[in-house]
């Protein structure tokens, strides 16, 4: 999908760029594959973020793949890749303002590999009973990406730590008056599912849910 985006971006000759995230049970697909392909020989400026979670669903990394890094399938196209540490988001940062900005002098295509874990379940459903319990605490304790961003900016002088509890008392009213508003926002009239979805219905559909 976010090749075929590139892709307008480009033929309308728009200094823009798509980035798009997937994780490393979504690069063993065959729609990753075409989509890829594309964007390197259009040569479309296009970032993708591959995420090695170590879990695919339930699958683990040597059940779904035979490479060690997510990068090789990448450069099997043509395509330049990088691995970083994706639980350090100096390095995340870094490696994607370089992808953004060759991208957009169109240069084209740039993968980059984090390496990171899932710490939570595929969906809510998932209650990860597949994965040891000593490996995610030892993830969570050891390997944090906000706990490790949080102690380089301390240790740096960047920001205090009444800074740091600034932001985050900020964040966290705007996050909640946010979820208050949806939560109290009456629900939508049926007819307005209708109009956009591929074309707009005729007068008598509308008239129709606008009855039930």
Request: one cysteine or more; hydrophobic letters at 40%.
């Amino acid at each position: 999908v976010m090749a075929g985006i590139a892709l307008t971006f480009k033929l309308r000759g728009e200094a823009r760029v798509g980035l798009v995230y997937i994780g490393d049970g979504g690069t063993s697909t065959g729609t990753f594959h075409e989509g890829l392909n594309l964007a390197a020989v259009q040569r479309l400026p296009l970032v993708v973020i591959g995420e090695y979670n170590h879990w695919a669903y339930s699958t683990p990394p040597d059940k779904q793949f035979a490479v060690r890094d997510l990068a090789e399938k990448a450069k099997g196209y043509g395509i330049p890749a990088v691995t970083v540490d994706g639980n350090d988001v100096f390095a995340v940062y870094e490696a994607t303002k370089f992808a953004v900005d060759r991208a957009r002098r169109g240069k084209g295509v740039h993968f980059i590999e984090v390496k990171t874990y899932r710490r939570k379940g595929h969906a809510e459903h998932d209650d990860q009973h597949y994965v040891p319990k000593d490996e995610l605490e030892r993830w969570a304790q050891e390997n944090d990406p906000v706990d490790r961003y949080v102690q380089r900016l301390l240790g740096a002088d960047m920001v205090s730590e009444a800074d740091l509890k600034d932001i985050d008392d900020r964040v966290r009213v705007e996050v909640d008056q946010a979820t208050d508003a949806c939560v109290d926002e009456a629900l939508p009239e049926p007819e307005t599912a209708l109009p956009g979805v591929y074309v707009d219905p005729p007068a008598a559909d509308r008239l129709w849910f606008k009855a039930l």
